[in-house]
């Protein structure tokens, strides 16, 4: 799954090596991030905070996952989520990060699309065999709703992936200042 993932660009990598001990980064990221859980639900009531902080999650010495903070009015929805862990080698903090942009809240959706959209074309496909030709010309605006349907939320998850990945490299490189 993990394979097909990354292939979608649903999944993507940061390698960051940055010349801070990591004590001092843990410290520095800490004042950056509140603790919350970074489930898909527990950003509900984020927009309601008063925290400057820009994400939200877990960090450690040994590891963290964190994702953005939902903010009012903000039509962005990312919903991709950062674990990394990070090492120290010879003066430099050396930090691998898996950003996910997936979230099994749409494999829901996607087969509760499949179904009905199937049901629809095969009911469609059965109605032009019994009579006129109208069912078949409505096909080609059917397919072409599908592939809005099914492809916005993928577009979506790939975006938040994208943009997080640039977000946090930014992050990291501030940090250091």
């Not at 489930?39 to 999650?57: H, L, P, Q, R």
């Not at 991709?80 to 809240?105: D, P």
């Not at 829901?108 to 006129?132: E, N, Q, R, T």
């Not at 809005?148 to 938040?160: A, L, S, T, V």
């Amino acid at each position: 799954m993990k394979e097909l993932l990354k292939k979608l660009k649903l999944i993507d990598y940061l390698h960051t090596e940055l010349i801070i001990q990591q004590n001092d980064f843990v410290n520095k990221l800490r004042n950056h991030v509140d603790e919350g859980s970074t489930g898909i639900f527990a950003d509900t009531f984020d927009v309601f905070s008063s925290s400057k902080n820009e994400y939200k999650g877990e960090v450690s010495f040994n590891g963290f996952k964190i994702k953005r903070r939902r903010k009012f009015f903000d039509t962005n929805m990312n919903m991709a989520v950062a674990n990394w862990t990070y090492s120290q080698k010879e003066g430099k903090l050396i930090i691998n990060t898996e950003i996910n942009g997936f979230h099994g809240m749409v494999i829901p959706f996607y087969i509760f699309c499949i179904i009905i959209y199937g049901a629809f074309i095969v009911g469609l496909l059965s109605a032009d065999k019994i009579g006129g030709n109208a069912p078949g010309l409505a096909l080609p605006f059917i397919i072409i709703h599908v592939a809005f349907m099914m492809g916005i939320p993928y577009f979506i998850m790939r975006r938040g992936t994208k943009r997080l990945k640039h977000e946090l490299a930014r992050e990291f490189f501030y940090l250091t200042k």
